[in-house]
């Protein structure tokens, strides 16, 4: 339960009470006025996250084993190969409307309803082995533009959170070795397409060196659209020497190019 709510509950308690009723009735509007809040996806006033849009985001969300039309496909033409991508939701309704306020209207505390079902995700994917390296998850990075307008990295966020909370397995560690370039946008993107990086196929990435060489990556982002991002993405971390070995998304859209790149 989260503080406004907390509050209102308190105040309906001792609105019931007559000689009470003028003095909650006057810190109510006290609380709306010093932290006026309202749901940050349907905008019903007094609440952070109404009761009907948290349980409609949790049904459009899901836990292992993710149904079938959670699972896609990005090719990586260059390797000739197909980077397997699991989705613990389909882009859409509460949950898009929600996604957007967590990221772009700072309700950062969104993440925490998110968090859990992407580190059930991740843990699903990644069976421990004896003997096998630690596997890195690795948060594709923002650009620099979406990142100074936030001040925060939604994804980084969120596996931040799950890991504070216990929830992933021992064998897995969030390492953000993955980096926006820089360079591609002092020399704008248009410029580079034409060069060496888009050959190689990692325009706006550039992984740090792996610490040893075939290092198993999960590559973690918010939204699948085109699967443009995460093919980059995986391109910079295979150059770099890791092995990626599986994207997982908060939300996939469908169909997929119906949106800009995200
Ligand atoms: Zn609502």
């Not at 109510?28 to 940050?40: G, V």
């Not at 890195?136 to 939604?154: F, N, Q, W």
């Not at 929830?167 to 410029?191: E, F, W």
């Amino acid at each position: 339960m989260d503080m406004p709510t907390m509050w209102l509950g308190a105040l309906e308690y001792l609105s019931q009470r007559r000689p009470m009723r003028w003095i909650a009735f006057g810190f109510r509007e006290l609380a709306n006025f010093l932290i006026p809040t309202s749901c940050a996806v349907c905008s019903r006033a007094d609440f952070r996250l109404c009761p009907e849009c948290r349980s409609e985001i949790q049904r459009q969300l899901f836990l292992p084993p993710l149904p079938d039309g959670q699972h896609h496909y990005v090719e990586l033409p260059l390797l000739a190969q197909q980077l397997p991508v699991s989705s613990c939701g389909i882009y859409g309704k509460e949950l898009a409307r929600s996604m957007l306020a967590f990221k772009n209207k700072q309700r950062y505390f969104l993440g925490a309803v998110f968090a859990p079902y992407l580190a059930a995700a991740i843990n699903s994917s990644c069976i421990p082995q004896p003997g096998q390296l630690e596997t890195y998850i690795v948060p594709v990075p923002s650009s620099l533009k979406a990142t100074g307008k936030r001040g925060y990295s939604p994804v980084s966020s969120m596996l931040a959170r799950g890991m504070r909370r216990g929830l992933y397995s021992a064998d897995l560690a969030i390492k953000p070795v993955l980096h926006y370039r820089v360079r591609s946008i002092l020399a704008g993107a248009q410029k580079l397409k034409s060069g060496s990086a888009r050959r190689s196929g990692k325009e706006h990435f550039i992984a740090e060196q792996a610490d040893t060489p075939g290092r198993p990556v999960i590559l973690v982002d918010d939204v699948l659209t085109t699967g443009s991002t995460l093919r980059q993405a995986a391109m910079a971390c295979h150059e770099a020497g890791y092995n990626v070995t599986l994207g997982i998304v908060l939300a996939l859209t469908k169909p997929p190019n119906h949106e800009s790149e995200q």
